[in-house]
Nanobody, 126 residues
Framework: QVQLVESGGGSVQSGGSLRLSCAASVSTGGTYSMGWFRQAPGKEREGVACINRLGITTHAESVKGRFTISQDNARNTLHLQMNSLRPEDTAMYYC????????????????????WGQGTQVTVSS
């Protein structure tokens, strides 16, 4: 399995920005779908954004226009740029990976992913 380590979380005020990073233990570009998920206390884990093996991205409606997922294949690193943060974005953010056998749209369902990082906390205050 792929080992994943997230970083970049923290506390910001509403309207602020953060950039999350996820370092993978293997090269994932071109073969894996990668995703960012988040889970707030008492809520289910939800998909935030993902990128398929072709580099095509999908973003949840709740973050479109504010968050951007990207991948640095040379450094085996996944990023999530988060702008215009809101208090409702407060959650533990997780990076995930799954080997991809096709070129379809990456899944935003947590059940589809096989490897997970430990998470990084994002707290947005009003």
């Amino acid at each position: 399995q792929v080992q994943l380590v997230e970083s970049g979380g923290g506390s910001v005020q509403s309207g602020g920005s953060l950039r999350l990073s996820c370092a993978a233990s293997v090269s994932t570009g071109g073969t894996y779908s990668m995703g960012w998920f988040r889970q707030a206390p008492g809520k289910e884990r939800e998909g935030v954004a993902c990128i398929n093996r072709l580099g095509i991205t999908t973003h949840a409606e709740s973050v479109k226009g504010r968050f951007t997922i990207s991948q640095d294949n040379a450094r085996n690193t996944l990023h999530l740029q988060m702008n215009s943060l809101r208090p409702e974005d407060t959650a533990m953010y997780y990076c995930a990976a799954v080997f991809s056998y096709d070129f379809g749209v990456c899944p935003l369902s947590a059940q589809r992913y096989k490897s997970w990082g430990q998470g990084t906390q994002v707290t947005v205050s009003s």
